[in-house]
């Protein structure tokens, strides 16, 4: 990954969010790749980026409740 390809991400946030940046935006990369940052941090803060493999399993781990409070 280059860092022209986080430079031109197109972010995304929920349609939930209340405007009030208390949220994270998601950025579907060029090479498959996800990134994810906090939205007051907009590129000053750190930018983590998953492999697809790795998105989806967190994606399917949230439909089945796994990140659940008890």
Avoid: Y
């Avoid at 929920?14 to 208390?22: A, I």
């Avoid at 994270?24 to 996800?34: I, K, N, Q, T």
């Amino acid at each position: 990954m280059s860092s022209d390809e986080l430079a031109t991400a197109r972010w995304f946030k929920s349609s939930r969010s209340n405007g009030q940046n208390n949220c994270v935006e998601v950025a579907f990369l060029g090479s498959g790749r996800v990134a994810l940052r906090d939205t007051k941090d907009r590129g000053a803060g750190p930018v983590h980026v998953f492999t697809p493999g790795e998105w989806d399993a967190f994606i399917e781990g949230a439909k089945l409740g796994e990140f659940d409070r008890a």
